[in-house]
């Protein structure tokens, strides 16, 4: 039966799941003030413009891996979503080795404590949203997706155009407004 | 594509087609651990670290006593540091070395010697005795969730369905190791002995892993269903002395042998040995390895390990989010040694950037 099992939660973890993909309703975004992983940070306002996929992950996590390389191809498409990598809890030892073997493209930010990953409400891994260009909340998944498959692209799609006066993003709750 | 609800359901109707277990079987030596002679081992763990930025280490020490079978001795230690104490996790007592080296140490290195004592420990599953509640403050703590063990949502769902139809703790417990042990298997690529993100795996489905994984998953799903239990992080010190080569140190070199086992507390018996993780290594590694279910040394270990286990493995504490002293940096569990140079943790499972060794030896005199 191990085998068989095996096998199953294997494709099970690899598949696409597109339509997982699903609206993503809310105001206001969490907070993502992390430092890079041998890089000057970033935040989402400088991405402003374009949609942004942020993207949990870990390496210990079979289905980030392959998801990963998914990502860096979707990244050097034209008119590609900016993407950050959002690493939960690993040490930065550990990611220069993975990602020595596996460069991409886009930056990898540092939530060791795992407070982002709480202020997102990501309860598992991998978790990944999508905000429009006006960074505001759009889609979200919770599976593993091939983020280069027709019914992504689809979706990515649906994202509305850019607007005339953008909002600003995040806050916690009971923060007050900039 | 198999999704992971229709996943959960294949692992169901693979509990039901288990066989049971049988009693008569052929084997060298009949796994069956009992209490008996204390054995005492000494287990010297050395670190070598780079001199590339000030440094400072946290080696385990061994902090479970209980004393049905495992009874910690001295700590020993010799080092070039310029600070050295045995540091204690606040919450759950975990003891650790804490070294600092100053800036500018050419070779720093400690090396750490750690006796304890240990057996056999069994529980009689159809004897229910008279034995002291848990304290609240006990029970309130190995109830709770954890960074990574939630014990709500997807976690809770799970074992609830494990356990349906089960009215006592025991038999809620054990149906919750047998869905573990039927749904769950050893992954050999992953590193080390896993991270335990219980959600995650729950989630994706992918319920693959090594002990820090399954047996988390064990101690979550037990916990969210209102019973006691805990991991104890530790190391295999010993070979088999029940002839499973797969369930003990392959020398007196244990650098890699690092195991976590779980506990659950039942009223009538205290706490109680299980690990369904060590299931599963059966299962993938004895020899001659990928074994069927149904193979007298997996339906053994299946039998056994809830309820018992063999004194060759050194638990060294039961801690989970454990902040490093004089860092800023929390490790899930403190099962290998850490350190940070330049105030960047190293990664305790490449030995290219962490030079450790662990030896283990049986003292006999």
């Known amino acids: 039966m191990a085998p068989l099992l095996a096998l199953a939660l294997l494709c099970g973890a690899a598949s696409a799941r597109a339509d997982s993909l699903k609206p993503w309703a809310g105001d206001w975004l969490p907070p993502l003030a992390l430092d890079r992983l041998d890089g000057p940070p970033i935040g989402l306002d400088a991405l402003r413009g374009r949609p942004v996929i942020v993207h949990f992950f870990a390496t210990w996590c079979a289905p980030c891996i392959e998801e990963m390389a998914s990502l860096n191809a979707l990244a050097v498409t034209p008119a590609a979503p900016a993407i950050l990598a959002v690493d939960v809890g690993e040490v930065e030892a550990r990611l220069r080795n993975f990602f020595g073997d596996r460069p991409v493209s886009f930056p990898i930010l540092l939530d060791r404590d795992r407070a982002a990953m709480k202020a997102w409400k990501v309860e598992g891994l991998p978790t990944s949203f999508v905000l429009d260009r006006e960074l505001k909340p759009a889609l979200r998944t919770e599976e593993p997706l091939d983020w280069t498959s027709p019914a992504v692209a689809a979706a990515l799609a649906t994202l509305p155009p850019q607007a005339a006066s953008p909002i600003q993003p995040t806050r916690e709750k009971g923060e007050t407004p900039r | ?365």
Request: hydrophobic letters at 40%.
């Open chain 2, 1 to 365: 594509m198999i999704s992971r609800r229709d996943m959960l359901k294949t692992g169901a109707a693979a509990v039901a087609a288990l066989p049971a277990p049988r009693l008569a079987f052929a084997q060298d030596v009949p796994f069956a651990p009992k209490p008996g002679a204390w054995r005492n081992f000494a287990v010297t763990t050395r670190l070598e670290l780079p001199a590339t930025g000030k440094a400072q280490a946290w080696i385990p020490l061994p902090s479970v006593r209980e004393d049905e079978w495992i009874k910690p001795g001295r700590n020993a230690w010799q080092t070039n540091a310029v600070s050295v104490e045995v540091a204690r996790d606040p919450k759950y007592g975990a003891e650790m070395l804490h070294v600092i080296f100053k800036d500018g140490e050419t070779e720093p290195s400690v090396e750490v010697s750690s006796r304890f004592a240990l057996r056999d420990r069994a529980e009689d599953l159809a004897a229910k005795g008279s034995v002291p509640a848990l304290g609240d403050a006990e029970r309130k703590l190995y109830l709770e969730a954890t960074e990574l063990m939630p014990t709500d949502g997807i976690v809770k769902e799970t074992a609830e369905k494990a356990a349906a139809g089960k009215g006592s703790d025991i038999d809620k417990a054990r149906a919750i190791y047998e869905w573990v042990v039927a749904n769950t298997f050893r992954d050999a690529k992953t590193r080390g002995c896993g991270t335990g993100d219980v959600a995650s795996m729950l989630r994706t489905g992918n319920l693959s892993g090594k002990c820090a994984d399954l047996n988390a998953l064990y101690v979550a799903l037990v916990r969210s269903v209102g019973i006691p239990a805990r991991d104890i992080y530790g190391i295999r010190v010993a070979p088999s002395k029940f002839g499973y080569k797969s369930l003990g140190a392959g020398s007196e070199i244990v650098t890699k042998a690092q195991h976590c086992r779980a506990e659950i507390w039942l009223e009538g018996y205290a706490w109680v040995a299980t690990d369904p993780a060590d299931v599963r290594k059966v299962v993938l590694e004895e020899p001659p390895g990928n074994n069927a279910v149904d193979t007298p040394k997996v339906v053994a270990a299946r039998q056994v390990l809830f309820g018992a286990w063999e004194g060759n493995w050194l638990g060294y504490n039961v801690a989970h989010d454990v902040a490093l002293p004089g860092s800023k940096h929390k490790v899930g569990f403190l099962m290998y040694p850490q350190a940070e140079v330049a105030g960047a943790l190293l990664d305790c499972l490449d030995p290219d950037t962490f030079k450790y060794s662990i030896r283990s030896a049986e003292i006999t005199a």
